[in-house]
């Protein structure tokens, strides 16, 4: 059982705008950043969005994020075949004194 | 350009320890944490701990308290985590992960494969 809490899946068809949601608590995304990241199948996490809505250098402007109490989303638009993929939260919990992870959000493009 | 390169995958048996290496390179190794994170097949992610390479201070996840060794060996840029008392459920790939100056996970090894069997 994860401390974030992710939808197991999501979709949308190409060119639609999805939203993942990611919930947690105030020990974790209530006062920390919060991070996403994408993983495509047989591959390590890539870092999508950092600190909760800066993207890296690489990551196209149609991946977006935001923070709002404890809980956190992560936007996708002009969604593409490629985005079907899985998806990551990650925030520091204060009172684990750790990292915790959602259970990820396997997004379907139809 | 900043590269973490994982040691290959192992087969173990119930009770043993398996200890995964992390080869650093591109970067200035003490500079910045690393972190182990794990992952199921099939699931999700789930932090272990980190260390500092430049002190060799290390954080544990509660859940592996005692039963995991984060160390690192600055002369080789390399980073090590040894788990003890394998069991079935340790069968997962185990990932090092750079954290960025942004505290962000922004390099990532291949990941390793860890098998638990008898």
């Known amino acids: 059982q994860s401390v974030l809490t992710q939808p197991p899946s999501a979709s949308g068809t190409p060119g639609q705008r999805v939203t993942i949601s990611c919930s947690g608590s105030?020990?974790?995304?209530?006062?920390?950043?919060v991070y996403w990241y994408q993983q495509l199948p047989g591959t390590a996490p890539k870092l999508l969005i950092y600190r909760n809505n800066q993207r890296p250098s690489g990551v196209p402007d149609r991946f977006s994020g935001s923070k709002s109490g404890t809980s956190a989303s992560l936007g996708i638009s002009g969604l593409r075949s490629e985005d079907e993929v899985d998806y990551y939260c990650a925030a520091w919990d204060d009172s684990l004194s750790g990292w915790v992870f959602g259970g990820g959000t396997k997004l379907t493009v139809l | 350009q900043v590269q973490l390169v994982q040691s290959g995958a192992e087969v173990k048996k119930p009770g043993a320890s398996v200890k995964v290496s992390c080869k650093a390179s591109g970067y200035t190794f003490t500079g910045f944490y690393m972190h182990w994170v794990r992952q199921a097949p099939g699931q999700g992610l789930e932090w272990m701990g980190r260390?500092?390479?430049?002190?060799?201070?290390?954080n544990y996840a509660q859940k592996f308290q005692g039963r995991v060794t984060m160390t690192r060996d600055t002369s080789i840029s390399t980073a090590y985590m040894e788990l003890s008392r394998l069991r079935s459920d340790d069968t997962v790939v185990y990932y090092c992960a750079r954290e960025g100056e942004l505290t962000e996970f922004d390099y990532w090894g291949q990941g390793t494969l860890v098998t638990v069997s008898s």
């Open positions: 260390i500092n390479p430049d002190s060799g201070g290390t």
């Open positions: 105030s020990s974790n995304i209530g006062s920390n950043y």
